[in-house]
T-cell receptor, first 111, second 114 residues
Framework: NAGVTQTPKFQVLKTGQSMTLQCAQDMNHNSMYWYRQDPGMGLRLIYY???????DKGEVPNGYNVSRLNKREFSLRLESAAPSQTSVYFCASSHRYNEQFFGPGTRLTVL | AQSVTQPDIHITVSEGASLELRCNYSYGATPYLFWYVQSPGQGLQLLLKYFSGDTLVQGIKGFEAEFKRSQSSFNLRKPSVHWSDAAEYFC????????????FGKGTTLSVSS
């Protein structure tokens, strides 16, 4: 099992460009999440999907959109990237109430 | 609102010495609590979790944590630290009633000196 996979691993964008971060899990988990990690801020939840077909905002959803494509895949889209979105993005998945399994992260720089 | 506080941003411990990392939470109901570890350039790995029952929980890599409701704390401990334990440690609590999202503390960076 690959667990949680994320693509790409690194990305550099110019301000105003758009991109989609991809995430997939092969553990048959119902719930999936997108976090961003910034120095001194810990992990902050952007969006989550409790089950296929549902999505909800987390702490910092502004500037992002998500799509739960199917049970395996949960994508994060930046429509118009801003320098404030420079961060490391982590995708995670879990069964309800249980531990979250994290992907390796995507390091995004917006110039 | 639910919150998690890790009072120590950075701790340095000598190899072989004991370790305690502090975590305080604010949550209106019975909390579900977690400790995660992140090595440099890596994702997060679960060390241990508390849902109910015995307030002293054992985790991987020789870590344990004790839930104290009266102090709203869930401190992480290890009796003898190894150099490979150097990493960032995060405490987390369930965000909502559905139990489907976590809120994380800002993390404690552990350095191990020889």
């Amino acid at each position: 099992n690959a667990g949680v996979t994320q693509t790409p691993k690194f990305q550099v964008l110019k301000t105003g460009q758009s991109m989609t971060l991809q995430c997939a899990q092969d553990m048959n988990h119902n719930s999936m999440y997108w976090y961003r990690q910034d120095p001194g801020m810990g992990l902050r939840l952007i969006y989550y999907s409790a089950s296929e077909g549902t999505t909800d905002k987390g702490e910092v959803p502004n500037g992002y959109n998500v799509s739960r494509l199917n049970k395996r895949e949960f994508s994060l889209r930046l429509e118009s990237a801003a320098p404030s979105q420079t961060s490391v993005y982590f995708c995670a998945s879990s069964h309800r109430y249980n531990e979250q399994f994290f992907g390796p992260g995507t390091r995004l720089t917006v110039l | 609102a639910q919150s998690v506080t890790q009072p120590d941003i950075h701790i340095t411990v000598s190899e072989g010495a004991s370790l305690e990392l502090r975590c305080n939470y604010s949550y209106g109901a019975t909390p579900y609590l977690f400790w995660y570890v992140q090595s440099p350039g890596q994702g997060l790995q679960l060390l241990l979790k508390y849902f109910s029952g015995d307030t002293l929980v054992q985790g991987i890599k020789g870590f344990e944590a004790e839930f104290k409701r009266s102090q709203s704390s869930f401190n992480l401990r290890k009796p003898s630290v190894h150099w490979s334990d150097a990493a960032e440690y995060f405490c987390a609590v369930v965000l909502n009633q559905a139990g489907t999202a976590l809120i994380f503390g800002k993390g404690t960076t552990l350095s191990v000196s020889s």
